[in-house]
């Protein structure tokens, strides 16, 4: 069992910046990928961003390539995801997940075996 608690949610007027962790404990943090996913009021749960166990290798969905940045701490057992240019599109509850899969481009809710609580973001116009 993983246990996953995000925080470092907020409100942030377009174009700032705002940094999420992802604590987590349990089993072995650095065995797993990690990522990020988002659900905006009345839409679906959607991929965000993934690294691999030895955050050597990162996966970013189109909306947020360039601008969103994931990485790890195996040390600390935390992952990041500092998040910049912000849009209000980008406001969203964000959830931090673990797969144990070989993979790390790992795009799919199923895919991944624990979650967290998720933390708010709310980006303002």
């Known amino acids: 069992q993983v246990q996953l608690v995000e925080s470092g949610g907020g409100l942030v007027q377009a174009g700032g910046s705002l940094r999420l962790s992802c604590a987590g404990s349990?089993?072995?943090?650095?065995?797993?990928?990690m990522g990020w996913f988002r659900q905006a009021p009345e839409k679906e749960r959607e991929f965000v961003t993934a690294?691999?166990?030895?955050?050597?290798?990162?996966y970013y969905s189109d909306s947020v390539k360039g601008r969103f940045t994931i990485s790890r701490d195996n040390a600390k057992n935390t992952v990041y995801l500092q998040m910049n240019s912000l849009k209000p599109d980008d406001t969203a509850v964000y959830y931090c997940?673990?797969?144990?899969?070989?993979?790390?481009?790992?795009?799919?809710?199923?895919?991944?075996?624990?979650w967290g609580q998720g933390t708010q973001v709310t980006v303002s116009s």
């Open positions: 997940a673990a797969s144990g899969r070989s993979s790390w481009r790992l795009g799919a809710s199923y895919e991944y075996d624990y």
């Open positions: 349990g089993r072995t943090f650095s065995n797993y990928a």
């Open positions: 690294i691999s166990w030895s955050g050597a290798s990162t």
